[in-house]
C-alpha cells in the first residue's frame, strides 16, 4: 500500500469478487478484503517458501521463479487486469537496463518509470472519482517505481562512477553487473512485496535468494565473541509473530477510531464554524491519530511477510538478540514519542524515506531539502492535498530545524529541564504533523484550504516567522574543511 491507506474502490477495479460476502458482513470495502486476503495468503507462503524452498534445498533459479510466480498471481487477484500496467512497467524499465549505456541509465530509468507512474495517477482522478482515496493498481506501481529507480541509481554506481566519488552507504550497495531477465522480475515481482512492499535493495534480495543473507548480517559483526562457535540460522518466529500481534491491534483500532472520528469530521459545519480554536487542535489532533493504525496494519503485516520468508535479518543487537527490522517501515513507538518533526519522519515510512535518499536528496547539487519534498509529492500522486502536506513540510522542517539548533543546548544543563523540553517539543511535533499531514488524507483543495482557513494558518505563519527571524543554523566556529558527502549529511 505504500503510503497509501485502504479506502473506497468500486468493485469492478478488483481483480476477485469471491470475497464480496465477507466484504458485505463486515462492513469493510471489497478492495481491502481482498488485501488484507491476499497478504494473509503471502504469509502462508512465506512461511513454505522458508521451510521447503530453502535455499539449501532449492537452487536461486527456482526460488526466482516460484517467488515471481506467486507474485504475478497476487497482484491479479487483487487488481485484475489492471495488473496489465505493473508488467508493461516492469519489461519496458528491463529493456532501458539492457540497453541504455551506465551514465545515463538512473535518468532513463527515473524519467521512464515516474512518467508511467505520473499518467496512472492523472488517470486514477478521471477513473475513480475525484476526492475518494482508492487503494488500485498505482500502490504496487509506486512500490515498483522505487525499486527500478533505486537498483538503476546502484548499477549507475557501481559501474558508471568510480569508488572514490561515492559515499559508504553508495559503495556498498553498488550493483556491480547488469541483473538478468529472472533476477529483475523476481526482484520487482516477488510475491513478499509486490501488493505492500517495501522497497529494498537489490543486492539484500539476491542475496536473500541464494542464501548468503543472514550469513553476509552476522559476518558484519564479531559474532564469535557474542558466544557463537559456529554461524547460527536465526528463527524468525519469534519476530513475526510480535508484528503478527501488533498488527491485530492496528486492526482493531482502525476499525474502531476510523468510525468514531472520520476524516470528514475536519470539515464539519461545527468544526469550521463553531468549535473554539483549542477544540480544533484537539480534534485535529485525535481525527490524524485516527488515521494512522491503517499505515501501522499494512507495514507492520509486510515486514512480517518478509520476516516469514527468512528476509529482514538485520544483525544482532547490544544484548546478543538477533535483529529483524532491515525492512521494517516504521518503528511506532519512535513516532509516538517523537519530540522533533525530524524524528517522527525518520521512523515514518523508513524505506520509503531510504529511497528518496538514494534517488534524490544525496544527488541533486541544489535545495535538497525542497526537492525531495517535491519527488516525494509527485510520486504519492496529483490529488492537491499531497502537495499541501509536502510543500507545508518544507518551512516546518526548516523551522523546527531552526528551534532546535538555536535553543535545545540551552535546556541540557538539568534534568529537569530536559524533561520539560521533551514534553513541550512532544506536543508541538505531534501537533505540528496533525497540521501538516491533514491534507494528505483530505485529498482535495477545497476541504484543505476550509480547515487550514479555520485554523488560520496558524502554523505556517509561525514557520516563516521563525525562518525569518532565527538563523536556520546557529554560528559555529570556524572548523577544519569537510567532505562534500559529510557536509550533505549533516545538512539534514
Not at 67 to 86: N, Q, S
Amino acid at each position: 500500500m505504500a503510503a497509501r491507506s485502504p479506502a473506497s474502490l468500486s468493485n469492478r477495479t478488483t481483480g476477485s469478487t469471491c470475497l464480496h460476502p465477507l466484504s458485505q458482513l463486515l462492513g469493510i470495502p471489497l478492495d481491502q478484503v481482498n488485501f488484507v486476503a491476499c497478504q494473509l495468503f503471502a504469509l502462508s507462503a512465506a512461511f513454505w517458501f522458508r521451510i521447503y524452498l530453502h535455499p539449501g534445498k532449492a537452487s536461486p533459479e527456482v526460488r526466482h521463479i516460484l517467488a515471481t510466480i506467486l507474485g504475478i498471481y497476487f497482484v491479479i487477484f487483487c487488481f485484475g487486469w489492471y495488473a496489465v500496467h505493473l508488467f508493461v512497467l516492469v519489461l519496458m524499465c528491463y529493456g532501458v537496463m539492457v540497453t541504455a549505456s551506465v551514465s545515463n541509465i538512473h535518468r532513463y530509468s527515473f524519467f521512464v518509470s515516474m512518467g508511467y507512474l505520473t499518467i496512472c495517477h492523472i488517470s486514477r482522478i478521471y477513473i475513480f472519482h475525484y476526492g475518494i482515496l482508492t487503494t488500485d493498481f498505482s500502490g504496487p506501481l509506486m512500490i515498483v517505481t522505487q525499486k527500478i529507480t533505486m537498483l538503476a541509481f546502484q548499477v549507475h554506481d557501481g559501474l558508471g562512477r568510480k569508488a572514490k566519488d561515492l559515499s559508504a552507504e553508495q559503495h556498498r550497495l553498488a550493483v556491480k553487473v547488469k541483473p538478468s531477465l529472472l533476477e529483475y522480475l523476481s526482484y520487482h515481482l516477488n510475491f513478499m512485496s509486490v501488493i505492500a512492499g517495501p522497497c529494498n535493495n537489490f543486492k539484500d534480495y539476491v542475496a536473500f535468494i541464494e542464501g548468503r543473507h543472514i550469513h553476509m548480517k552476522l559476518l558484519d559483526v564479531n559474532w564469535k565473541q557474542r558466544g557463537f562457535h559456529n554461524l547460527p540460522e536465526p528463527s524468525p518466529t519469534r519476530a513475526v509473530i510480535q508484528k503478527l500481534c501488533m498488527t491485530l491491534m492496528s486492526l482493531l483500532l482502525f476499525l474502531t477510531l476510523s468510525k468514531s472520528f472520520p476524516v470528514t469530521f475536519l470539515v464539519d459545519d461545527w468544526f469550521v464554524h463553531q468549535a473554539n480554536f483549542l477544540s480544533r487542535l484537539w480534534y485535529l489532533y485525535v481525527v490524524m491519530q485516527a488515521a494512522k493504525p491503517k499505515y501501522y496494519f499494512a507495514w507492520t503485516l509486510a515486514d512480517a511477510v518478509h520476516n516469514a520468508a527468512g528476509f529482514g535479518f538485520s544483525g544482532v543487537d547490544a544484548d546478543g538478540h538477533f535483529r529483524w527490522d532491515l525492512l521494517s517501515n516504521l518503528n511506532i513507538w519512535k513516532i509516538e514519542t517523537a519530540t522533533s518533526f525530524k524524528m517522527y519522519l525518520e521512523n515514518w515510512n523508513i524505506q520509503t524515506s531510504t529511497w528518496l535518499k538514494c534517488v534524490c536528496y544525496e544527488r541533486v547539487p541544489w535545495y535538497p531539502t525542497v526537492l525531495t519534498f517535491v519527488l516525494s509529492a509527485l510520486w504519492h500522486g496529483v490529488y492537491p492535498g499531497y502537495y499541501f502536506t509536502f510543500l507545508t513540510g518544507v518551512p516546518v522542517t526548516l523551522a523546527a530545524r531552526a528551534v532546535r539548533n538555536n535553543y535545545r543546548h540551552h535546556f541540557l544543563s538539568s534534568k529537569a529541564r530536559k524533561v520539560a523540553y521533551d514534553v513541550v517539543t512532544w506536543a508541538a511535533t505531534q501537533l505540528a504533523v496533525s497540521y501538516t499531514a491533514a491534507p494528505f488524507v483530505l485529498l482535495a483543495v477545497e476541504p484543505t484550504i476550509s480547515l487550514y482557513k479555520s485554523m488560520f494558518f496558524f502554523l505556517h505563519t509561525i514557520s516563516l516567522l521563525i525562518i525569518l527571524f532565527l538563523p536556520i543554523k546557529p554560528h559555529q566556529p570556524q572548523r577544519q574543511p569537510q567532505s562534500a558527502n559529510s557536509i550533505k549529511k549533516k545538512a539534514d
